[in-house]
């Protein structure tokens, strides 16, 4: 995901050699540039919109920082230290300028992971949180339906067997929501499952 908000959070070594650390994310400057010792870590990315858009490393959004390309709205623990200077921890940054996202950039690969993360966990036929929770295509692939984010969502096992291969109005059993495909923080959260307290107040209901 990391290649996704700016073209600096893509280029890991590039970038990290830019802002004065060496491509091998020890810290260690070039040319006897600042030495920022930065750790590992999960950063939220911002758009300017405060939009979330990514997740990068701790490092890269320091270059982010240090390059006056994001502002950190939320700090971590500790700072970072180097020789000449001491930054705050980034938890969540935002871009300064705005990206702009092309419309089908998270209209990627269909897992089971994130059709279940994108439906809250729920069965979408009865509507309960279940153990081992399964996917199911809406209109069967058997009559025609296609493997597509418009057409698959979470079921719980009992629902999918009683489902079968039948369409929605033969077996009376209608999605809770239309699926569709999944913004953002669906990938957020699936790239972070352990989402920082601090990173709540940015991410919408999937």
């Known amino acids: 995901m990391e290649a996704l908000a700016d073209p600096e959070v ?18 260690r400057a070039n040319g006897g540039a600042t030495k920022l010792r930065t750790t590992g870590g999960r950063v939220l ?6 939009e979330p858009i990514n997740v990068c490393t701790m490092r890269r959004a320091t270059v982010l920082v240090l390059k006056s390309r994001a502002e950190v709205l939320e700090k971590g623990e500790g700072t970072l230290h180097s020789e000449r200077l001491e930054l705050a ?7 300064v300028r705005y990206v702009r996202i092309p419309r ?52 719980c096992a009992p629902c999918n067997r009683k489902k079968g291969d039948r369409l929605p109005r033969e077996a009376r059993m209608h999605p809770v929501t239309r699926p569709k495909p999944p ?24």
């Open 104 to 155: 089908d950039v998270h209209r990627r690969k269909i897992t089971r992971k994130a059709v279940l993360a994108r439906d809250a966990y729920t069965c979408q036929y009865c509507g309960r949180e279940a153990a081992g929770l399964t996917v199911d295509h809406v209109i069967p692939r058997s009559r025609g339906g296609q493997s597509a984010w418009e057409n698959i969502v979470a079921a």
């Open 10 to 27: 893509g280029r890991g070594s590039q970038a990290g050699a830019a802002a004065g650390m060496g491509a091998n994310g020890n810290g």
């Open 183 to 206: 913004g953002p923080t669906v990938f957020i959260r699936i790239a972070a499952p352990l989402v920082p307290l601090a990173w709540e107040a940015y991410l919408p209901v999937a």
């Open 89 to 95: 921890r980034p938890c969540v940054i935002r871009l």
């Open 45 to 50: 990315v911002l758009n300017a919109s405060y």
